[in-house]
T-cell receptor, first 116, second 111 residues
Framework: DTAVSQTPKYLVTQMGNDKSIKCEQN?????MYWYKQDSKKFLKIMFS???????INETVPNRFSPKSPDKAHLNLHINSLELGDSAVYFC???????????????FGPGTRLTVT | KQEVTQIPAALSVPEGENLVLNCSFT??????LQWFRQDPGKGLTSLLL?????REQTSGRLNASLDKSSGRSTLYIAASQPGDSATYLC??????????FGKGTRLSVIA
């Protein structure tokens, strides 16, 4: 009964390819996030969705396109992969605008993307 | 723009020692603060969540404090064990907005 799951766990691909990472949460949360952890282990937000709608889009290249088919899923599609995209990508979820919630964020196990 | 700083960047202590990890943030208008643990090559494990109205939270040997007005939080680990070796991340949240993370403190507990 994993709370936040991501697939795949590891992804090795060549430059120029297109790949997708999937995320699912079974916590009943309405807000989901994608974070990127770079080679220096620094975690930064990429996107945030609330009720399937994009609410935050940091300065991420438009080669990255998130898609949320429903509140429990947030997928990340990356076009024309570049060497600099190599990182660990974490999905997270929380309650959003509902009052009285703790807004605690729960993280998936991460997807380690290596672009060669 | 919120910035989170963690000091020290790395810490090595002998087993059994009590230790304190520090976290500071520039904008005191936060909703909560989370401490996470990350083992090498692994995901994030949430350790403690402190709401802005709280002063501290405890879980086992861990105690986290929050002083919102001064923009500081500490994570106290009592009687450290080699299994506590990991990177500890502090992150602040402002409601349903993404967390802003510090760069972490890499802790090594030597047996």
């Amino acid at each position: 009964d994993t709370a936040v799951s991501q697939t795949p766990k590891y992804l090795v691909t060549q430059m120029g390819n297109d790949k997708s990472i999937k995320c699912e949460q079974n916590l009943g949360h309405d807000t989901m996030y994608w974070y990127k952890q770079d080679s220096k282990k620094f975690l930064k937000i990429m996107f945030s969705y609330n009720n399937k709608e994009l609410i935050i889009n940091e300065t991420v290249p438009n080669r990255f396109s998130p898609k949320s088919p429903d509140k429990a899923h947030l997928n990340l599609h990356i076009n024309s992969l570049e060497l600099g995209d190599s990182a660990v990508y974490f999905c997270a979820s929380s309650f959003g605008l509902a009052g009285g919630r703790s807004y605690e964020q729960y993280f998936g196990p991460g997807t380690r993307l290596t672009v060669t | 723009k919120q910035e989170v700083t963690q000091i020290p960047a790395a810490l090595s202590v002998p087993e059994g020692e009590n230790l304190v990890l520090n976290c500071s943030f520039t904008d005191s208008a936060i909703y909560n603060l989370q401490w996470f643990r990350q083992d090498p090559g692994k995901g994030l494990t949430s350790l403690l969540l402190i709401q802005s109205s709280q002063r501290e939270q405890t879980s086992g040997r861990l105690n986290a404090s929050l002083d919102k007005s001064s923009g500081r939080s500490t994570l106290y680990i009592a009687a450290s064990q080699p299994g506590d070796s990991a990177t500890y991340l502090c992150a602040v949240g402002s409601g349903n907005t993404p967390l802003v993370f510090g760069k972490g403190t890499r802790l090594s507990v030597i047996a």
